[in-house]
């Protein structure tokens, strides 16, 4: 006996990653889901999938009509040419006030009627494929459990017999009484909708059971865009380990990259840490132009600014590259996309930063995670969420550069109110105020650094039109990381290193 499962795709992108394969050929599955999850939207794509690859399909629906089913396909531009109808709702006679008068149960007529139809449209048309749409609505005609429980039986075995893969909707609008529907069929799918306190509705979906196979446990989170549902498999690192050649990334700021002893390794997770504008997000970007101008490809996803915003403030860093960072853009090294945390999930994010690195991205900024951490649903998931992200972009080779907002302009105290993420990460820059003669100046450190050595001191930090500056070890001062440093040195003109080699200010 060949116990090996032939798989059928089940045509929305993301969802044979979650299933390992697609639905079994001959198998019986149920779709479950609140009114607006997607369920006729995830039915309709596989239905079109299957007549596509040369497949009959029929489509019974006991819930929407016919004219339903074509405006919800006109709202995705698809055309259902092909795909067989059985309409099974009721004519609008009894709503026009005609009602039937009957003194048996609908479990003696009408559901004995309907199973007829349903049966006879099958023997007509002879499909490969079956999607029933009105599980609740029989759940009504049956009256209680027992009809309800040996109805389904009998769909499935009809279905078993004419090796038809059958794909059965609910909308969980009824009670289910004492039969669980999930314990009939051979696998069960749940799409679940929520509303946030802000911002658009949040969908995720997750498999209970396949018999005779594997699935992927667990949420994913699913969208309903111009062209069907697209499901964003959960991120599992542990199934992506690659060779890689390791290599250096320098910054291009000969005084940083002596901090770092050469630089930042690729594989690897930084962390810019520091209170609002003292350049965290340009010196990130100082290793990304740096990166590009070598040949590598970055990525940046920014959840606090825009695009325009974020070229202008860059222009200063590409000295020898005409047209700044927008030959970048043009030329294919750097992909920028603003990200609105209101609008896209967590999942969603996560499958834009897999496509940046399978296109070849080396370098990835996320800036910040501040706005990364509002786009996340339920905040103490936030830290499980990131190992696996950063774990997924270390083996495959990407450095990834992390910018976090401290709370508090100069004092910069806690890493962050709600998630401390520094110990993810493996290398740790930390940016500081400080006041000397009545001014404010910037230091910045390395906190630590797991891929090799690197310096302890603090160096002054200057950006300015000219690009970025580090001076030497700040020798005259002590308190500086507190916020509240004690000046014990005189003042010095000292010489700063700039991006570009001979440059100093």
């Given at each position: 006996?060949?116990?090996t499962?032939?798989?059928?795709?089940?045509?929305?992108?993301?969802?044979?990653?979650?299933?390992?394969g697609?639905?079994q050929r001959?198998?019986f599955?149920?779709?479950?889901g609140?009114p607006g999850?997607?369920?006729?939207t995830?039915?309709?794509?596989?239905?079109r999938?299957?007549?596509?690859?040369?497949e009959?399909c029929l489509y019974?629906?006991?819930?929407?009509?016919?004219?339903?089913l074509?405006?919800?396909?006109?709202s995705?531009?698809?055309?259902?040419?092909?795909i067989?109808?059985?309409?099974?709702t009721?004519?609008?006679a009894?709503?026009a006030?005609?009602p039937?008068?009957?003194?048996?149960?609908?479990?003696?007529?009408?559901?004995?009627e309907?199973?007829?139809?349903?049966?006879?449209?099958?023997?007509?048309?002879?499909?490969?494929?079956?999607?029933?749409d009105?599980?609740?609505e029989m759940?009504?005609l049956?009256?209680n459990?027992?009809?309800y429980?040996?109805?389904?039986l009998a769909?499935?075995?009809?279905?078993?017999?004419?090796?038809?893969?059958?794909?059965?909707?609910?909308?969980?609008?009824?009670?289910?009484g004492?039969v669980?529907?999930?314990?009939?069929?051979?696998?069960?799918?749940?799409?679940?909708?929520?509303?946030?306190?802000?911002?658009?509705?949040?969908?995720?979906?997750?498999?209970?059971?396949?018999?005779g196979?594997?699935f992927r446990?667990?949420?994913h989170?699913?969208?309903?865009?111009?062209?069907?549902v697209?499901?964003?498999?959960?991120?599992?690192?542990?199934?992506?380990?690659?060779?890689?050649?390791h290599?250096v990334?320098?910054?291009?700021?000969?005084?940083?990259?002596a901090m770092?002893?050469?630089?930042?390794?690729?594989g690897?997770?930084?962390?810019?840490?520091g209170?609002?504008?003292v350049?965290?997000?340009?010196?990130?970007?100082?290793f990304?132009?740096?990166?590009?101008?070598?040949?590598h490809k970055?990525?940046v996803?920014?959840?606090d600014e825009i695009?325009?915003t974020?070229?202008?403030?860059?222009e200063?860093l590409?000295?020898?590259?005409?047209?700044?960072?927008?030959a970048?853009?043009?030329?294919?090294l750097?992909?920028?996309?603003?990200?609105?945390?209101?609008?896209m999930?967590p999942?969603?994010?996560t499958?834009?930063?897999?496509?940046?690195v399978?296109?070849?991205?080396?370098?990835?900024?996320?800036?910040?995670?501040n706005?990364y951490?509002?786009?996340?649903?339920?905040?103490r998931?936030?830290?499980?969420?990131?190992?696996?992200?950063?774990?997924?972009?270390?083996?495959?080779?990407?450095?990834?550069l992390m910018?976090?907002?401290?709370h508090?302009?100069?004092?910069?105290?806690?890493?962050?109110?709600?998630a401390?993420?520094s110990?993810?990460?493996?290398?740790?820059?930390?940016?500081?105020?400080?006041?000397?003669?009545?001014e404010?100046?910037q230091?910045?450190?390395?906190?630590?650094k797991?891929?090799?050595?690197?310096?302890?001191?603090?160096?002054?930090?200057?950006?300015?039109?000219?690009?970025i500056g580090?001076?030497?070890p700040?020798?005259?001062f002590?308190?500086?990381?507190?916020?509240v440093?004690?000046?014990?040195?005189?003042?010095?003109?000292?010489p700063?290193?700039s991006?570009?080699?001979g440059?100093?200010?």
């Amino acid at each position: 006996m060949d116990t090996t499962a032939e798989f059928v795709p089940t045509g929305v992108a993301g969802l044979d990653d979650v299933l390992l394969g697609g639905y079994q050929r001959g198998g019986f599955y149920l779709i479950q889901g609140d009114p607006g999850s997607g369920k006729t939207t995830v039915a309709l794509q596989y239905a079109r999938s299957r007549v596509a690859a040369g497949e009959p399909c029929l489509y019974i629906t006991l819930t929407e009509s016919n004219r339903d089913l074509l405006n919800a396909a006109r709202s995705h531009d698809w055309s259902l040419d092909g795909i067989e109808f059985c309409d099974l709702t009721k004519s609008a006679a009894n709503l026009a006030g005609e009602p039937e008068s009957s003194i048996f149960h609908p479990s003696e007529t009408e559901l004995g009627e309907t199973t007829q139809a349903i049966f006879a449209a099958v023997d007509r048309s002879r499909p490969q494929h079956v999607v029933f749409d009105g599980l609740s609505e029989m759940r009504l005609l049956s009256g209680n459990p027992l009809i309800y429980r040996r109805q389904l039986l009998a769909l499935k075995e009809y279905f078993a017999q004419r090796q038809a893969t059958g794909l059965l909707l609910d909308d969980r609008s009824s009670a289910f009484g004492d039969v669980q529907p999930e314990s009939l069929v051979g696998g069960n799918i749940v799409l679940e909708r929520t509303l946030p306190q802000y911002g658009r509705a949040r969908r995720r979906l997750y498999v209970t059971k396949v018999r005779g196979s594997y699935f992927r446990e667990g949420y994913h989170d699913y969208e309903i865009l111009q062209g069907g549902v697209v499901v964003y498999p959960r991120l599992v690192a542990a199934e992506h380990h690659d060779k890689f050649r390791h290599k250096v990334f320098s910054s291009g700021v000969a005084n940083l990259d002596a901090m770092l002893a050469g630089g930042l390794n690729n594989g690897s997770t930084a962390l810019l840490l520091g209170p609002a504008g003292v350049g965290k997000s340009t010196i990130a970007m100082q290793f990304a132009v740096t990166a590009m101008k070598a040949g590598h490809k970055a990525a940046v996803y920014m959840f606090d600014e825009i695009l325009p915003t974020l070229i202008e403030r860059v222009e200063k860093l590409c000295f020898s590259k005409d047209g700044g960072l927008q030959a970048f853009l043009d030329e294919g090294l750097l992909h920028a996309q603003q990200v609105d945390p209101a609008e896209m999930s967590p999942g969603a994010f996560t499958y834009e930063v897999r496509r940046a690195v399978e296109a070849g991205a080396q370098l990835i900024i996320i800036d910040s995670l501040n706005g990364y951490l509002n786009a996340m649903p339920e905040e103490r998931y936030l830290t499980t969420h990131l190992h696996e992200l950063f774990s997924y972009l270390n083996q495959k080779g990407v450095l990834t550069l992390m910018v976090v907002a401290q709370h508090g302009m100069l004092a910069g105290a806690g890493s962050l109110a709600d998630a401390d993420v520094s110990y993810l990460a493996d290398t740790v820059l930390m940016l500081r105020y400080f006041e000397a003669d009545a001014e404010i100046r910037q230091a910045i450190s390395i906190f630590k650094k797991r891929t090799g050595a690197h310096e302890r001191t603090l160096r002054e930090l200057k950006i300015s039109s000219t690009g970025i500056g580090i001076g030497e070890p700040l020798r005259g001062f002590r308190g500086i990381m507190t916020g509240v440093p004690q000046y014990q040195g005189s003042v010095k003109v000292i010489p700063y290193s700039s991006g570009e080699p001979g440059h100093e200010s």
